[in-house]
């Protein structure tokens, strides 16, 4: 089966395409570029990445996203959260963290590309990087979200396409420890919600990866050392 990988160079998608690997010819790997950010640095960890895999790497330009977006993700006049750390699994506070970072329909619209581009070659798959951790919050990570994009993928491609996501059921910390055994090249993810030399260490994305990678015993990433990280951006 060929399948096509949507890579935003973060941990959950790189992962997932470590382990897409072993369950599928990857053909394609598609980074969207909606005016978040973190956008140089995601394409520029997402195209390390393809490449460290011998990969063909894409980027979608999604700029009317950008327009519509009040998000903090995108609006640079908003500010960004930075959650405790000590608030990570308080379900008001992401849920408070959630509102300031939702992209309308962001995950939906990702996976109704790639379905054209996965449909257009042939590709029965998509690979997404979700986790239980965050599909708390983000309902556009949760098995039932998968379950209903892919009976709706039923009726709009031909070739059936259909979403999987290896790293659903996990959380950060478990999605580490599968990294560790596929040999994921950590030092090219970024995983933070903001661009600059190095991830800021404060973002909850920032603090989640952190945390996960400390939990789970790989050296030389914190929170106060920032990503030792790719840096030719
Ligand atoms: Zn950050």
């Given at each position: 089966m060929k399948s096509v990988v949507l890579l935003s160079g973060g941990l959950d998608s790189?992962?997932?395409?470590?382990h897409a690997l072993r369950e599928s010819e990857v053909d394609l790997c598609l980074t969207m570029d909606y005016g978040q950010r973190s956008a140089a640095r995601e394409i520029n960890s997402a195209s390390a990445i393809a490449e460290y895999y011998d990969l063909n790497h894409?980027?979608?330009?999604l700029p009317f996203l950008r327009k519509i977006t009040f998000s903090a993700l995108v609006n640079t006049s908003k500010a960004v959260p930075n959650p405790s750390a000590d608030l990570l699994d308080d379900p008001q506070a992401a849920l408070d963290s959630a509102e300031a970072v939702w992209v309308p329909n962001r995950n939906g619209l990702f996976i109704n590309a790639a379905a054209s581009f996965a449909e257009a070659l042939d590709c029965g798959l998509i690979v997404t990087g979700f986790n239980r951790e965050?599909?708390?919050t983000f309902p556009d990570n949760s098995p039932a979200f998968v379950k209903a994009a892919n009976e709706a993928l039923a009726f709009s491609t031909r070739n059936r396409v259909r979403v999987v996501s290896y790293t659903q059921r996990l959380d950060k910390i478990e999605i580490v420890q599968l990294g560790k055994k596929l040999n994921v090249p950590w030092r090219l993810i970024w995983?933070?919600?903001?661009?600059?030399?190095?991830?800021?260490?404060?973002?909850?994305?920032?603090l989640r990866f952190f945390r996960a990678m400390k939990e789970a015993g790989i050296d030389g990433f914190s929170a106060e050392t920032g990503c030792s990280g790719n840096s030719s951006v």
């Open positions: 790189t992962v997932s395409l470590a894409m980027v979608v330009d965050e599909a708390r995983s933070c919600y903001h661009g600059g030399s190095a991830m800021c260490g404060t973002c909850e994305s920032c």
